[in-house]
């Protein structure tokens, strides 16, 4: 399969949010991430990607989002959910997050010739045209390319 080199999925803004969190709290951090602030974020109106990346074995994070233009993420960013969940995390850093914005000028995603994580789940989520999610289980065996 051959990669596109354009910017596909209408992805067109990027936010990156600098985080230094307190060596003791990272559990209560990822906690307060997974159950709190991803969730917030789904919601957003034009958020395509969210990812919380970290630096291995140390304490720096990095969140990313892929909006669908400026105007999506300069909205979230002047919103109170923006400020709200910085806030709520501020017990966790070390220091205050900083915030790095980029045009994205190539977006690709080659999903199609990556193997699954072996960590995947047995479950896919769905979502219907109306915007409502299914769950539903997997196949065992897999289509044969």
Request: charged share 35%; aromatic share 8%.
């Amino acid at each position: 399969m051959k990669m596109s080199t354009e910017n596909s999925g209408g992805i067109r803004y990027a936010r990156r949010v600098a985080i230094r969190v307190k060596g003791d709290q990272i559990e209560n951090f990822l906690s307060k991430m997974r159950n709190e602030i991803f969730p917030s974020l789904r919601i957003q109106n034009g958020i395509r990607r969210i990812y919380l990346l970290r630096t291995p074995g140390e304490n720096e994070f990095v969140s990313l989002t892929l909006w669908d233009n400026k105007s999506y993420a300069d909205s979230y960013g002047t919103s109170g959910s923006f400020s709200g969940n910085t806030e709520s995390l501020r017990d966790f850093l070390e220091s205050e997050p900083s915030l790095t914005e980029f045009d994205v000028e190539l977006h690709d995603v080659n999903a199609e010739d990556l193997p699954p994580p072996k960590t995947a789940g047995r479950r896919v989520k769905n979502v219907t045209k109306r915007g409502k999610s299914k769950t539903k289980k997997k196949n065992k065996k897999r289509k044969s390319r």
